[in-house]
Nanobody, 124 residues
Framework: QVALVESGGGSVQAGGSLRLSCAKF????????MGWFRQAPGKEREGVAQ???????TYAESVKGRFTISRDNAKNTLYLQMNSLKPEDTAMYYC??????????????????WGQGTQVTVFS
């Protein structure tokens, strides 16, 4: 079993920054593709960024150039550095883990493990 625990959410003024963390407990971290998703009230969940076991990354168009996904294998932790935040970035952010080796990027259904989420609120 794999457990994911997010932290780092909060409220920030537009233009500000936040750094989300996702600690992974369980099986070997290195074999998993990891991702960040978000869901705003009344909207569908959307993918934000993904990182595979080799460090390859992909981003949603809406966050390119502003968000950076990274991972520290030694600490079994995934990060999402969010800069130049906008009110439309307000959402619950979820960390997810899935087995690498198939398609890239992974579809949401490919992620078998999810965290409980951390709220990000950006006010103008």
């Amino acid at each position: 079993q794999v457990a994911l625990v997010e932290s780092g959410g909060g409220s920030v003024q537009a233009g500000g920054s936040l750094r989300l963390s996702c600690a992974k407990f369980g099986y070997s971290y290195i074999t998993y593709c990891m991702g960040w998703f978000r869901q705003a009230p009344g909207k569908e969940r959307e993918g934000v960024a993904q990182s595979d076991s080799d460090g390859r990354t992909t981003y949603a168009e809406s966050v390119k150039g502003r968000f950076t996904i990274s991972r520290d294998n030694a600490k079994n932790t995934l990060y999402l550095q969010m800069n130049s935040l906008k009110p439309e970035d307000t959402a619950m952010y979820y960390c997810a883990a899935g087995v690498c080796g198939g398609r890239w990027p992974l579809a949401p259904g490919d992620f078998g493990y999810w965290g409980q989420g951390t709220q990000v609120t950006v006010f103008s």
